[in-house]
C-alpha cells in the first residue's frame, strides 16, 4: 500500500465506504441475506493506521470528520 496524504487517505475511505453500501445494497436486493456485510473501507482504514505516521494519522481523522460531518457526495472526492 502506498503512503498516501491524510486528505488522499480521507477521500479514499469515503470511495471504499460508498462502495461498500453500494455493494450490499445490491446483495440484499438480490435477496442474499448471508454475504458478510463489505468491509473494505474498514480494512483500508487498518491499514492506513498501521502504515502512516501518528501525526498523518491524526490528520487523517479530522479530515475524515469534517468530510463526514460536511456530508455531499463521497465517491467523487468533491464534497460539497
Known amino acids: 500500500m502506498v503512503i498516501l ?12 465506504y460508498d462502495g461498500d453500501i453500494a455493494r450490499d445494497g445490491h446483495l440484499e436486493a438480490l435477496g442474499d441475506d448471508e454475504s458478510e456485510p463489505s468491509r473494505t473501507a474498514q480494512e483500508f482504514a487498518r491499514q492506513y493506521e498501521d502504515q502512516a505516521s501518528p501525526e498523518d494519522y491524526a490528520r487523517y481523522l479530522e479530515i475524515l470528520d469534517h468530510l463526514l460531518k460536511q456530508g455531499g457526495d463521497h465517491g467523487s472526492g468533491n464534497p460539497q
Open 5 to 16: 496524504s491524510p486528505e488522499d487517505a480521507a477521500r479514499r475511505y469515503l470511495t471504499l
